[in-house]
């Protein structure tokens, strides 16, 4: 089987390949040499493309807001599946991250360790994606399970996601989703957002 080809989710131009959370075109959000950044309150926005298991690439940088703290201090997020948050913040220098803070699965999972940079620098998440599995009747039969590499070093190893985060797109896991960005007000930027949809396994044959 020949290996899955990189899709870029944007374009570097505009935003015609997302939507809002609601299927309407996404909002406008700043698009400049290739890098896209939050507009307050232009919504998050929503890959047209939809994958199920999936390696997801992202690149981010957050805001200087020196005068903000906590959860208004460089806040954005992504959603894989527009369902599990994998949190945007500045939390550079926290000794102990939490629930809340960058990179973790937004009150659920705090990342392993802060491997955050700098605001105003680039830093990336490496997200491998296992989506949940469903029997013919539609049953759960496995939860998703997600890796989290921040700037490449794993602050979540093989994470099974028994619950969705933040606020999901809806209340049901699904075999196929898309990624959402998040607006959560805080000019946070995005560049180089790629996917790479993996086989649910591999050949039956020695
Ligand atoms: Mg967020």
Redesign the pocket.
């Known amino acids: 089987m020949a290996a899955p080809e990189r899709i870029d989710l944007f374009n570097g131009k505009d935003l015609s390949n997302w939507t809002k959370r609601d299927g309407s075109p996404a909002g406008n959000w700043i698009v400049e040499d290739g890098v896209y950044t939050v507009v307050d309150r232009e919504g998050d926005i929503v890959s047209k493309e939809t994958f199920g298991d999936a390696m997801i690439h992202v690149e981010f940088r957050v805001p200087d807001m020196p005068d903000k703290e906590g959860?208004d201090k460089g806040?954005?997020?992504v959603f894989v599946h527009g369902r599990y948050?994998v949190?945007?913040?500045d939390s550079y220098e926290r000794d102990v991250p939490g629930y809340g803070d960058c990179s973790s699965l937004?009150d659920r999972h705090a990342a392993l360790f802060n491997n955050c940079k700098k605001a105003m620098e680039w830093q990336t998440y490496d997200i491998i994606f296992r989506a949940p599995r469903f029997d013919a009747d539609g049953k759960l039969t496995e939860f998703p399970r997600i890796t989290v590499m921040h700037n490449g070093l794993p602050v979540h190893n093989n994470l099974v996601m028994e619950r969705m985060t933040?606020a999901p797109l809806t209340e049901e896991m699904v075999a196929e989703g898309p990624l959402l960005l998040?607006d959560?007000g805080n000019a946070v930027s995005f560049r180089n957002v790629w996917i790479c949809k993996l086989p649910p396994k591999g050949a039956d044959k020695y």
């Open positions: 959860q806040n954005s997020g948050e949190q945007v913040l937004y933040g998040q959560h």
